[in-house]
T-cell receptor, first 113, second 109 residues
Framework: SQTIHQWPATLVQPVGSPLSLECTVEGTSNPNLYWYRQAAGRGLQLLFYSVGIGQISSEVPQNLSASRPQDRQFILSSKKLLLSDSGFYLC????????????FGSGTRLTVV | DQQVKQNSPSLSVQEGRISILNCDYTNSMFDYFLWYKKYPAEGPTFLISISSIKDKNEDGRFTVFLNKSAKHLSLHIVPSQPGDSAVYFCGGATNKLIFGTGTLLAVQP
């Protein structure tokens, strides 16, 4: 069966510090991978998605970047965090375009102080 | 450009009654639509989906209706239970899933 792992679960970082959140998927190959963010009192905003190794699409201009160094690994990064980067970050995967559903990780609560 | 909209931020329903959650979209390229349920500090969990070529899909207490001409879909929960209390997100999907802003459903015992 397929599983998705996301870590860390919580993170408190000072403004200006770097960020690296990691997501891995098991039990499938060539998944589509996604990073979402839920800011306080807001909806689920798509940040990045990837349909293959090294292929990253950015949905919104921001202080963050994403990379996919391996087929089932998706990394969210920042060189210098801003207060506005605080939020709940979710990784997700799907089999691709079609009614396959999207499976989400358990999320990372990032607080920038 | 908000492609998926949930105009009701919250809904309160009595236990045993019907909950109706609404969603509007603007992107006619969506292949299918999904509803997710989310608790605080957890990832969303999948509830039900519907293809863009269908107008209804039912799974137990959950039914999703799609009106393509109106670009509107709704989720019906019958009967509503206190455990259904959560934030519900609708989403439209192509090769990516775009969510609405969510509706907080409170089912009162």
């Amino acid at each position: 069966s397929q599983t998705i792992h996301q870590w860390p679960a919580t993170l408190v970082q000072p403004v200006g510090s770097p960020l690296s959140l990691e997501c891995t998927v098991e039990g499938t190959s060539n998944p589509n991978l996604y990073w979402y963010r839920q800011a306080a009192g807001r909806g689920l905003q798509l940040l990045f998605y990837s349909v293959g190794i090294g292929q990253i699409s950015s949905e919104v201009p921001q202080n963050l970047s994403a990379s996919r160094p391996q087929d089932r690994q998706f990394i969210l990064s920042s060189k210098k965090l801003l207060l506005s980067d605080s939020g709940f970050y979710l990784c997700a995967w799907s089999k691709g375009r079609g009614n396959y559903g999207y499976t989400f990780g358990s999320g990372t609560r990032l607080t920038v102080v | 450009d908000q492609q998926v909209k949930q105009n009701s931020p919250s809904l309160s329903v009595q236990e045993g009654r019907i909950s109706i959650l609404n969603c509007d979209y603007t992107n006619s390229m969506f292949d299918y639509f999904l509803w997710y349920k989310k608790y605080p500090a957890e990832g969303p969990t999948f509830l039900i989906s519907i293809s863009s070529i269908k107008d209804k899909n039912e799974d137990g207490r959950f039914t999703v209706f799609l009106n393509k001409s109106a670009k509107h879909l709704s989720l019906h929960i019958v009967p509503s239970q206190p455990g259904d209390s959560a934030v519900y997100f609708c989403g439209g999907a192509t090769n990516k899933l775009i969510f609405g802003t969510g509706t907080l459903l409170a089912v009162q015992p």
